[in-house]
């Protein structure tokens, strides 16, 4: 059995370290071992590159009793007792040489088999024997036979353990045989090898028995319960048992799974995805929401809000009017501009996007389009039969005038034609664009007078319509569309013959306007501008038409004129002063008001009521308010003879669009006056008059 002290390891291929192991009861020989031992005369050191022991012989002593002495590696020869050295020569008398004799010329021992001679150089050698050679200066040395035997005495005879030294004194070397040691392993594993040559040994293991229930442990309904000590082995194994379905329930039925046989699938349904990894992850993640399919939305925080999961729309202001999602709005109020299809409607205008587009007015059936007795205004000239005709083109006609397009301005003065009419230049309050017509009649040469094309920059040019002499004769009419002075005018060109365009004066006069204008008595007319003329003196003659009418002035009483004082108003005196017979205005007229709440949407109240035939007639001013908007509108009613109701709803202003209707209905008699809101919770007022 090794014995081995805690500072010393045996590692993988043998490497041995420390300074004291035996095997089998004897000591393994390591570096330390020789290094640190006792040597006598020499010096042994181990080489860990090499791995190998040098060894160094100290200086030799030698014994000089008697006539030798030895002295820093010189040995000297004592004269006298049959010595004597002459000439560097050791000369020796026989009969004084004892233990030395001489024969045949050699000096020799009588104790052993050595030779001590002197050779040619007079010098004392060692032939054999002993191995000592005298060399100059009279040096002693050693040869390696003889050094080597020392070492091998060294180390051969010191005490080995565990390994054995033998020298060959043939070959001069040193064998160490190691004892082949056993090694044993101990403690929870067993096991032992023997190491031959320190060579590599394979040691068999054989773990010691700490648990003695050996056998398959675990099923399908019960798992292993493993006991592991501290140092990692196992020392108890059982059994606990497990169940084997599971319950699975959810926001509607359950049902149980077997743990060892079902499969647990997770489904998703519209909108939901569901992904199983191999990680043994369920991920159920939301799709995310289309027009045809269900999943997780955002909301847009201008238009929505969401609070506890509840989604709330906002309002929507269009123009002036807000809107709210399943309310509902009849009327729309503050749109500037509407664009439906090829339809624009802005301001006042309705006019067609699309290129060359037509606005076409369609009534229903027999429907007419009817105007209000309002105009239809710049009319191009007509060239179908069934194109609507301008009142200039049918007075042209009827006074045999040749009508021309309208122009988009005329000229009130003499202009630069060559510079003044260019884009974006101003004319009489019109500011002109590339394409625009524009008359020209003012210019101090009228052969420049015509019908003129504006162009993007530089010089305009003459209309296609009336640049050519057989274009231009007299009776050309044409119609002027704009300008502060010159809109909405007629005007005929009179020269009877141009035969050369640009040499022939041209002249226009105007021929219509807006409509027909005559100044009156005290009155001035500038083209379509009247003034007053201030230097007029009115003489009672001058009144008598008119203090003979009924005009009267705002007030609770209606004055007339009921004569004029002939002798009271003489020519010239402004301070006489007419009588005039009052009226009382109760005996025409009643002013009334009332106010009602119109609690319900859409159910008529009635906001006022009077006796007919006791009046035949009223005007009202209605507001109905709701919420923070308000609406006023002007009302008008008319009864004939037999109580039948004409009423007309002629002015009407809010805030946010509609707010109610205003009907009449004579009920036996009585006359009353319904709005109808179109919001809860409103309140009307009303404010009229009523005439006899």
């Known amino acids: 059995m090794a014995t081995v002290t805690k500072d010393f390891r045996i590692k993988s291929g043998l490497v041995v370290e420390g300074t004291n192991a035996t095997v089998n009861g004897s000591d393994i020989l390591t570096e330390?071992?020789?290094?640190?031992?006792?040597?006598?005369?020499?010096?042994?050191?181990?080489?860990?590159?090499?791995?190998?022991?040098?060894?160094?012989?100290?200086?030799?002593?030698?014994?000089?009793?008697?006539?030798?002495?030895?002295?820093?590696?010189?040995?000297?020869?004592?004269?006298?007792?049959?010595?004597?050295?002459?000439?560097?020569?050791?000369?020796?008398?026989?009969?004084?040489?004892?233990?030395?004799?001489?024969?045949?010329?050699?000096?020799?021992?009588?104790?052993?088999?050595?030779?001590?001679?002197?050779?040619?150089?007079?010098?004392?050698?060692?032939?054999?024997?002993?191995?000592?050679?005298?060399?100059?200066?009279?040096?002693?040395?050693?040869?390696?036979?003889?050094?080597?035997?020392?070492?091998?005495?060294?180390?051969?005879?010191?005490?080995?353990?565990?390994?054995?030294?033998?020298?060959?004194?043939?070959?001069?070397?040193?064998?160490?045989?190691?004892?082949?040691?056993?090694?044993?392993?101990?403690?929870?594993?067993?096991?032992s090898a023997t190491m031959t040559n320190?060579?590599?040994?394979?040691?068999?293991?054989?773990?010691?028995?700490?648990?003695?229930?050996?056998?398959?442990?675990?099923?399908?309904?019960?798992?292993?319960?493993?006991?592991?000590?501290?140092?990692?082995l196992v020392t108890a194994v059982g059994e606990a048992s497990i169940s084997t379905t599971l319950n699975v329930a959810g926001d509607s039925g359950n049902t149980s799974v077997s743990l060892g046989t079902d499969t647990l699938t997770f489904s998703g349904g519209e909108g939901i995805d569901v992904t199983v990894a191999n990680n043994d992850t369920v991920t159920i993640a939301a799709e995310d929401a289309t027009t045809s399919n269900k999943g997780v939305a955002s909301f847009n925080t201008n238009n929505f809000t969401v609070t506890d999961g509840a989604v709330s729309s906002k309002s929507i202001t269009l123009g002036s009017s807000t809107l709210e999602l399943g309310g509902n709005t009849s009327s729309l109020a503050g749109l500037t501009q509407l664009t439906v299809d090829n339809l624009e409607i802005n301001g006042n205008e309705i006019s067609s996007t699309d290129t060359n587009g037509n606005i076409s007015l369609n009534p229903n059936g027999n429907g007419v389009v009817d105007v209000n007795s309002s105009r239809i205004t710049n009319l191009a000239a007509p060239d179908q039969s069934t194109d609507a005709a301008t009142k200039a083109y049918v007075d042209g006609v009827a006074e045999g005038l040749h009508i021309h397009a309208s122009a988009k301005a005329a000229t009130v003065a003499n202009i630069n034609i060559a510079t003044d009419l260019?884009?974006?230049?101003?004319?009489?309050?019109?500011?002109?664009?590339?394409?625009?017509?524009?008359?020209?009649?003012?210019?101090?040469?009228?052969?420049?007078?015509?019908?003129?094309?504006?162009q993007a920059s530089g010089a305009a040019t003459r209309a296609l319509d009336f640049d050519a002499p057989t274009e231009v004769d007299g009776g050309d009419f044409i119609f002027v569309t704009g300008g502060a002075i010159n809109g909405d005018t007629g005007w005929v060109q009179t020269s009877d013959t141009v035969a050369t365009i640009g040499v022939d004066p041209i002249y226009f006069t105007?021929?219509?306007?807006?409509?027909?204008?005559?100044?009156?008595?005290?009155?001035?007319?500038?083209?379509?501008?009247?003034?007053?003329?201030?230097?007029?003196?009115?003489?009672?003659?001058?009144?008598?038409?008119?203090?003979?009418?009924?005009?009267?002035?705002?007030?609770?009483?209606?004055?007339?004129?009921?004569?004029?004082?002939?002798?009271?108003?003489?020519?010239?005196?402004?301070?006489?002063?007419?009588?005039?017979?009052?009226?009382?205005?109760?005996?025409?007229?009643?002013?009334?008001?009332?106010?009602?709440?119109?609690?319900?949407?859409?159910v008529a109240v009635t906001a006022y009521s009077f006796d007919w035939p006791t009046y035949t007639s009223a005007k009202f001013l209605v507001k109905v308010s709701s919420g923070s908007h308000s609406e006023v509108s002007e009302v008008l009613l008319a009864l004939d003879s037999s109580g039948n109701i004409a009423i007309t709803e002629y002015a009407v202003v809010g805030t946010n669009g509609s707010l109610s209707t205003v009907t009449a209905e004579n009920s036996a008699g009585v006359i009353l006056l319904r709005v109808t809101p179109n919001y809860a919770s409103s309140e009307v007022k009303v404010f009229g008059t009523l005439l006899v």
């Open 422 to 454: 260019e884009a974006g230049d101003v004319l009489d309050n019109v500011t002109l664009v590339a394409g625009d017509r524009v008359l020209v009649k003012n210019q101090n040469t009228a052969s420049e007078n015509g019908i003129y094309v504006v």
């Open 32 to 191: 330390d071992s020789i290094a640190n031992g006792v040597q006598n005369n020499i010096t042994v050191t181990y080489n860990a590159n090499s791995k190998t022991l040098d060894f160094s012989v100290d200086s030799l002593a030698i014994d000089t009793t008697g006539p030798l002495t030895y002295a820093n590696n010189v040995l000297d020869v004592v004269t006298g007792d049959g010595l004597t050295v002459t000439d560097n020569a050791l000369v020796v008398s026989l009969a004084q040489g004892s233990g030395l004799e001489f024969l045949q010329g050699t000096l020799s021992t009588n104790t052993d088999n050595s030779t001590i001679a002197i050779n040619n150089s007079n010098e004392l050698a060692v032939q054999y024997g002993t191995g000592l050679t005298v060399e100059s200066p009279f040096g002693l040395v050693l040869d390696n036979e003889h050094v080597t035997d020392l070492i091998a005495n060294v180390v051969t005879g010191g005490t080995q353990n565990g390994i054995s030294v033998t020298y060959d004194d043939n070959t001069n070397t040193l064998s160490f045989d190691v004892n082949d040691p056993t090694i044993t392993i101990s403690g929870d594993v067993d096991g």
């Open 510 to 602: 105007q021929f219509s306007g807006a409509g027909t204008y005559t100044a009156g008595y005290g009155l001035n007319l500038d083209g379509t501008e009247f003034e007053i003329d201030d230097n007029v003196v009115v003489t009672h003659t001058d009144l008598d038409g008119f203090l003979n009418s009924t005009e009267g002035e705002e007030g609770t009483t209606i004055l007339y004129v009921q004569d004029y004082v002939s002798n009271a108003i003489a020519i010239g005196d402004a301070t006489a002063t007419p009588t005039y017979l009052a009226l009382d205005v109760n005996s025409v007229a009643k002013q009334v008001a009332a106010e009602v709440s119109a609690s319900t949407a859409n």
């Open 198 to 232: 320190l060579g590599n040994t394979t040691i068999s293991v054989t773990l010691d028995t700490v648990n003695a229930n050996v056998g398959t442990y675990g099923s399908s309904t019960a798992i292993p319960v493993v006991t592991v000590n501290a140092k990692g």
